[in-house]
């Protein structure tokens, strides 16, 4: 029996940034990494939500997980198309 890949798992904080950034910076740090990496983004803009729901329907890119948390800061887990 093989063991799964172990994810990579890189993280981005836009926390602070408004509307395109956070969506804008998580298109070039996906950019470098291996099919399959996830990226998890830390934004505070509300807009984001949308925006990432947006960006992994029209790049391919698997939305894992979109989450708020304590501070209201929002958590978002892609993971890169193969």
Do not use: I, Y
């Not at 070039?28 to 830390?42: F, M, Q």
Request: charged letters at 25%; a neutral charge.
């Amino acid at each position: 029996m093989t063991e799964p890949p172990v994810e990579t798992v890189t993280t981005l904080d836009t926390t602070g940034l408004l509307c395109p950034l956070p969506v804008l910076k998580a298109r070039r740090a996906l950019k470098p990494l291996p099919a399959g990496a996830v990226l998890e983004v830390l934004a505070t803009d509300p807009g984001a939500v949308k925006d990432f729901e947006h960006f992994a329907k029209t790049t391919g890119c698997e939305l894992l997980e979109s989450s708020e948390q304590p501070g209201g800061v929002l958590r978002f887990r892609l993971r890169k198309p193969a």
